[in-house]
């Protein structure tokens, strides 16, 4: 077997099962587990995977600060943004997560239409400052400055009194086995109680936030009603994540 055949059937496992042991590997490969270490490092190196100890994790992605964020994807993030505001019926209550897709939603909501935008991001109640028909909920509590997102106790007990008719879930990485993930514990945390206030859950990724995992889960992939992705994703990449939830819209 060539070396480029080994790592992709590697790359293949990593996402099937969302771990890669090298023992089990160079078994079901008969191969030396020095050999599969070998092409581990050598993935690690070119970025491909995570290298721990007796085999291999998902990558975890990279978390910019959100003034870098802004400028990533900024096309495809105003199109998944149109299609979940395109989701948002007269009268209803939504939540918008904090980040720079979800911004995007609060841009593209329509004007006319009479709605309640629940938010615990400062930045998100000021995209629709200046929304006519929108009535604005900020939950206050800690300020996470990163995502520019409350957080802590304060920001639960005021999201208690809420029931959303839909919450637009942001995060930072999505793979089939370890679910939706984001890199912070007290904002993972905020997302689930969001989700579990709210009728339905819907969550918008861009194409580079998938098959990745970041340190603190939020949802399995089968928990939200819906997910918003590009429509250059290839249907080979998305076939694990269809496979788990059949509600895929494309933008």
Known sequence: MLTTQRKALILDILRRDGQVIAKRVAEDF????????????????????????????????D????????????????????????????????????????????????????????????????ELEHHP???VILTGGRLYKHSM?????????????LRPDLFFLGVTAAHPVHGLSTGDFEEAAIKRHIAGCSAETHVLLTEEKFDLVSPCPVLGISE????????????????????????????
């Open 149 to 161: 997102v409350a957080t802590g106790a304060a920001a639960v007990a005021a999201i208690s009194q």
């Open 30 to 61: 008969s191969l030396s587990e020095d050999t599969i270490r070998r092409d581990l490092r050598e993935m690690a190196a070119e970025g491909l995977l995570k290298r721990v100890h007796g085999g291999a994790m998902p990558l975890s992605p």
């Open 63 to 126: 978390l910019p600060d959100f003034t870098a964020r802004r400028s990533v994807s900024s096309e495809i993030k105003a199109r998944l943004g149109a299609a979940a505001a395109a989701m948002v019926r007269p009268g209803q209550m939504i939540f918008l997560d904090g980040g720079t897709t979800t911004a995007e939603i609060a841009r593209h909501l329509s004007r006319d239409m009479p709605l309640t935008v629940a938010t615990h991001s400062p930045t998100i109640a000021a």
């Open 133 to 135: 028909t929108a009535e």
């Open 224 to 251: 939200v009603a819906g997910l918003i992705v590009p429509a250059e994703m290839p249907a080979e990449r998305l076939k694990p994540y269809r496979d788990l939830n059949g509600t895929i819209a494309v933008a």
